[in-house]
Nanobody
C-alpha cells in the first residue's frame, strides 16, 4: 500500500485546512488509518485515527473538538479536517495505515504498517 498525503499549506490562526491521504490499494478498506505530525525538533505525535469500518475514532487531546478524521473506502481516501488552527499545529503531517486494530488502540506509529510522505502545515499567528 502506498499512501499519498496532500492538502497542506500556509494558513492564518483560526483558519481551516483539509488534508487528504489516498491509498493505492483496495485493501485500504481493511486498515485502520491515522494521522501523525512532527514539529521541528520534536518527536512524531499522534493526531487522530479511524477504524477500518469508520465506526470508531480517536483524537489527541490537543486537537479534540477542532479536527475531524473521516474516510471513504470508495475512494480509498482518509481525510483530516482541521478547524480553528493554532500556531502550535504547525508541523509536517503524515498519514499511516495499520492492520489489526493496534493503530487505533495504541495511537502509536509503532503500530503502523504503512507510512506516507508528509505534507507541511504552517499556521501563522
Amino acid at each position: 500500500v502506498q499512501l499519498q498525503a496532500s492538502g497542506g499549506g500556509l494558513v492564518q490562526a483560526g483558519g481551516s485546512l483539509r488534508l487528504s491521504c489516498a491509498a493505492s490499494r483496495r485493501t485500504f478498506s481493511n486498515y485502520d488509518m491515522g494521522w501523525f505530525r512532527q514539529a521541528p525538533g520534536k518527536e512524531h505525535e499522534f493526531v487522530a485515527a479511524i477504524s477500518w469500518s469508520g465506526g470508531s475514532t480517536s483524537y489527541a487531546d490537543s486537537v479534540k473538538g477542532r479536527f475531524t478524521i473521516s474516510k471513504t473506502n470508495a475512494k480509498n481516501t482518509v481525510y483530516l479536517q482541521m478547524n480553528s488552527l493554532k500556531p502550535e499545529d504547525t508541523a509536517v503531517y503524515y498519514c499511516a495505515a495499520g492492520a489489526g486494530g493496534g493503530l487505533l488502540l495504541h495511537r502509536s506509529k509503532e503500530w503502523s504498517d504503512y507510512w506516507g510522505q508528509g505534507t507541511q502545515v504552517t499556521v501563522s499567528s
